[in-house]
């Protein structure tokens, strides 16, 4: 099994780098002894040239296209940008605009996404998603955003294991996802019904502490007034 990380990170070292190898390695720990999982990671600052490139002429040099292959090889992906004007940023777009139209089609892919502020953490769901469901990649319910203030705090952890743990089961290399064996084995339980009195004529009944007149009754005072 192979799983590809296309961290658009830019700095070194890169927040949205660390983030990238953290869901990976929590997909990989859920791979079995006997068949370990290859990572393979995509760094587009190195490649912010060659893409260039190929949007001007249509071609991708190597290094590109060592990495377009990697991605269209890949079983999975996890791809992880930072937040530049409340969306993914220039270099992630454009590496995915010059990738084969169909190299994603039905491949499991994990979003996430890296700011400075929670408040671009809907990134994920008005840019990113959107953008590999255009590209028919089948996107794992829980993408993961971390804002400067996450690292270290409570929750990241989790939101990086639920997710790690969906993409895995979509690999085929771990249990159900999380958000499936919880419906399955823990069912929100609903409000319990509220008896029904059986007909009774013209009579008031009692439900719930109240008189409840039958409307057949009301209809008729109506009529007689």
Sequence with gaps: MKLVVVSAGLSVPSSTRLLGDRLAAAVVGRAPAGAPAEVEVVELRDLAVEIAHNLTTGFPGPALRAALDA?????????????????????????????????????????????????????????????????????????????????????????????????????GIGGPPAFASASASAPVPGPAPVPLPAARGSESVRVGGFDVVPFAEQLAAVRSE
Excluded: C, N, Q
């Design 71 to 171: 991605v269209a090889a890949a079983d999975g992906l996890i791809v992880v940008t930072p937040v530049f004007s409340a969306s993914y940023s220039g270099l992630f777009k454009s590496f995915f605009d010059v990738l084969d139209r169909d190299a994603l089609a039905g491949k499991p892919v994990l979003v996430a996404a890296t700011g400075g502020s929670a408040r671009h953490s809907l990134v994920l769901e008005h840019a990113m998603r959107p953008l590999f469901a255009y590209l028919r990649a089948v996107v794992v319910p829980t993408g993961v955003y971390a804002a400067s203030e996450d690292w270290g705090a409570e929750g990241l952890a989790e939101r990086i294991e639920r997710a790690a743990g969906e993409l895995a089961a979509l690999l």
